[in-house]
């Protein structure tokens, strides 16, 4: 089974920042696009960013302070948060859309745990 392991988060001041890892493993053969969510007091997910085949998006809110990259080597993409106000405290969840060695036909998406970050004012 294809895992996806978060880490990362923490407690920080406004203005500072955090970086996030989420590596993947299992019977992976290739992965698609990778991308972090955000999921609020109200249990919604909102994207926060993604990143397939170099290609990258950012929500509006997080554009100029986010930076989303991946080491495809390592299956694992990563979060750099800068700049952090309140409003990115929430659980950030990590998915990636997968082909696995036993399904070479279909991609299938996997989600992460989650690692906490709290912004403190």
């Known amino acids: 089974q294809v895992q996806l392991v978060e880490s990362g988060g923490g407690l920080v001041q406004a203005g500072e920042s955090l970086r996030l890892s989420c590596a993947a493993s299992?019977?992976?053969?290739?992965?698609?696009?990778m991308g972090w969510y955000r999921q609020g007091p109200g249990n919604q997910r909102e994207l926060v960013a993604q990143i397939s085949e170099g290609d990258t998006h950012y929500a509006d809110s997080v554009k100029g302070r986010f930076i989303i990259s991946r080491d495809n080597a390592k299956n694992t993409v990563y979060l750099q948060m800068n700049s952090l106000n309140s409003e990115a405290t929430g659980v950030y969840l990590c998915?990636?859309?997968?082909?696995?060695?036993?399904?070479?036909?279909?991609?299938?998406?996997?989600w992460g745990q989650g690692t906490p970050a709290t912004v403190s004012s």
């Open positions: 299992g019977p992976i053969f290739r992965i698609n696009t």
């Open positions: 998915r990636a859309v997968v082909l696995t060695t036993r399904s070479l036909t279909s991609w299938y998406p996997y």
